[in-house]
């Protein structure tokens, strides 16, 4: 019995060692991945490539026990390479507009949680920083469900030379925050951004509350914390009321809408992912008769279906316009090769702005 024990030890250390060689390799190989990841503004955890790799690599035990246990040992693994790259994160810089606590800085800690998030006081210097190199990636809202395409992002980047690298939801959820001691009954007046103020119309007015504009959320909690008055109250996320030491005093109050924001990942190369499985295409048309619609029937044309489609105008041409459009599916294959040949006969300026995975959210 003991040489069958020292026999089945010497089978685990020997073994051990091997992994142990493999296990360096492996997050050898991690590294590499981040380093895509960083270069192209990628999240690290991508649920649906770890998903697949769990299923092919269980399908290689056949024995159904040791199957279950494989499979945790693999999800732990990837627990552990997904911490050491965030480890690597920690020198990731991405640029935002607005201050902590503003929604815009909420995402950006969403998608990149050990990123070092950097504030710009606007979006074309958020942008710029990324073009010129002070930052890794910017994270910038583009649309929102209440108030529609956010037009200054969507000129940057028709404009710029970054790409859309990822395109993500957040769902916002106003509350009213006040300073400890602070109640429904203490406050008088709430202060926030027009939109947000606007969302939450109805609760306000059943509350009797003045209001005052602010420049954004984040800005309106810091006003409320710094003059620590019971009587003052803000509408803004939960994670800034921890930011500025503030109390949620009721959450959801904007529950009369959906309100969801779309910030999109951009940086200075393009990436090429399967799991970015839609498009973004910029164009301008040739100033005829059926341009627009014969570009429209080209992307159909080929199968593509559009997802959106909005038009904005040129700013150094008066009366003229140029157009958004999302797709679903990626360019980068025969057919769409072809479509993009076929598009560039009839549009003045084409851009492939960018990949993305639908519905995102964060």
Not at 173 to 185: I, K, M, P, R, Y
Request: hydrophobic letters at 40%.
């Amino acid at each position: 019995m003991s040489n069958k024990l020292e026999e089945a030890r010497k089978i685990i250390n020997d073994i051990d060692s091997q992994m142990a060689k493999l296990f360096v390799k492996r997050m050898r190989a991690a590294e590499t991945v981040y380093e895509y990841k960083k270069e192209f503004g990628l999240p690290i955890l991508d649920q649906k490539r770890e998903d697949a790799v769990i299923e092919q690599n269980a399908a290689l035990i056949e024995d159904e026990v040791l199957k279950e246990y494989y499979i945790d040992y693999l999800r732990h693994l990837m627990c552990v390479s997904r911490a050491y790259q965030y480890r690597m994160q920690n020198g990731l810089k991405v640029a935002y507009s607005g201050v902590e606590g503003a929604f815009a800085h909420i995402a950006a800690g969403r998608i990149f949680p050990k990123s070092n998030r950097i504030s710009f006081r606007d979006f074309k210097a958020a942008y710029n920083s990324v073009v010129n190199g002070e930052c890794d990636l910017a994270v910038l809202p583009i649309e929102n469900s209440y108030a529609g395409e956010v037009g200054q992002t969507i000129d940057l980047i028709f404009s710029g030379t970054l790409f859309i690298n990822g395109i993500y939801e957040l769902e916002i959820h106003q509350n009213l925050l006040g300073v400890s001691g602070a109640t429904t009954e203490s406050i008088k007046k709430v202060t926030s951004h027009q939109q947000a103020l606007a969302q939450c119309h109805d609760y306000i007015a059943s509350k009797g509350f003045d209001t005052e504009e602010a420049s954004n959320t984040a800005i309106a909690a810091k006003t409320v914390a710094d003059a620590n008055d019971k009587s003052l109250g803000a509408i803004a996320s939960a994670e800034t009321a921890e930011i500025y030491g503030l109390k949620v005093i009721e959450s959801n109050i904007n529950k009369s809408g959906e309100n969801t924001t779309r910030f999109a990942v951009l940086s200075k190369a393009q990436v090429n992912s399967l799991t970015l499985s839609n498009s973004v295409l910029m164009f301008t048309v040739k100033n005829e008769a059926g341009s627009l619609a014969n570009a429209i029937s080209i992307i159909g044309k080929y199968g593509y279906n559009m997802t959106a489609l909005r038009s904005r105008p040129l700013k150094k041409h008066s009366w003229q316009y140029y157009f958004y459009v999302e797709i679903d599916g990626t360019v980068v294959t025969d057919n769409g090769a072809k479509m993009i040949a076929e598009l560039n006969k009839v549009c003045d300026k084409l851009k492939v702005a960018g990949t993305f995975a639908p519905h995102a959210e964060i």
